[in-house]
């Protein structure tokens, strides 16, 4: 997917590192041009120094072919109108701003706007308002390096054992969905075709479970 993110604050970055990860195209849109340290050294999308709300800003930032749009502030105000620009302007499918104050959430559905709190605004729930795809993520430690997530098990993983795709101190297999129904595994627990996984995985070797699921 195509994504631009406005505001570069602690959600937006968090959000945007997740998709770029993700190997989503992402551009991130901020004014000030030290918000975009938030996103570390490893990022490798496209930054943008500009006001979010600004037509030409979100021309240059390719909106017009953006499947979402993500108004990421810490100012409602602002949210409110980039996401108006974004969704009426520019017509992007998918149009997702961040409200603080919960008395402000009604004039966003009013226009259309899908919503987002700080409350429950944790950027692994962001990611999933916008993925429909074989992962769900439960929670993103950044500073730890951890994630949980939900995910389909690849074809590899048929008549394995939980010991065996499990490794320790790198992926746990928490819980396994089956038929309908959800159990914890023991580590002879073997895994059988359309069985899902909770697992807690570190990020720096995510690749090396990618054979086994769906990530």
Not at 35 to 50: E, S, V
Not at 183 to 208: G, M, R, S
Request: aromatic share 6%; with cysteine.
């Amino acid at each position: 997917m195509y994504v631009v993110i406005v505001g570069c604050g602690e959600i937006g970055s968090a959000v945007a590192r997740l998709l770029a990860r993700d190997k989503h195209n992402i551009v991130v849109v901020d004014n000030d041009l030290k918000a975009f340290q938030h996103l570390g050294p490893t990022f490798n999308g496209i930054t943008i120094l500009g006001n979010g709300i600004d037509l030409d800003v979100q021309r240059k930032s390719g909106v017009e072919e953006a499947d979402v749009f993500m108004a990421l502030t810490g100012n409602d105000a602002t949210n409110l109108m980039a996401a108006q620009v974004a969704g009426k302007m520019y017509h992007v499918p998918k149009v997702i701003a961040r409200v603080a104050d919960s008395e402000n959430e009604a004039l966003y559905k009013h226009f259309g706007i899908q919503t987002t709190s700080p409350a429950r605004g944790e950027a692994a729930e962001i990611r999933n308002l916008i993925i429909d795809g074989p992962l769900y993520c439960y929670l993103s430690l950044e500073r730890e390096r951890l994630e949980m997530v939900r995910a389909k098990i690849k074809a590899k993983a048929v008549g394995k054992t939980v010991a065996t795709i499990s490794s320790s101190g790198q992926m746990a297999i928490s819980l396994v969905f089956r038929d309908s129904r959800a159990f914890i595994p023991a580590l002879d627990t073997t895994l059988q075709e359309n069985d899902e996984v909770v697992v807690v995985l570190t990020l720096d070797h995510i690749n090396k479970h990618r054979k086994w699921l769906e990530i």
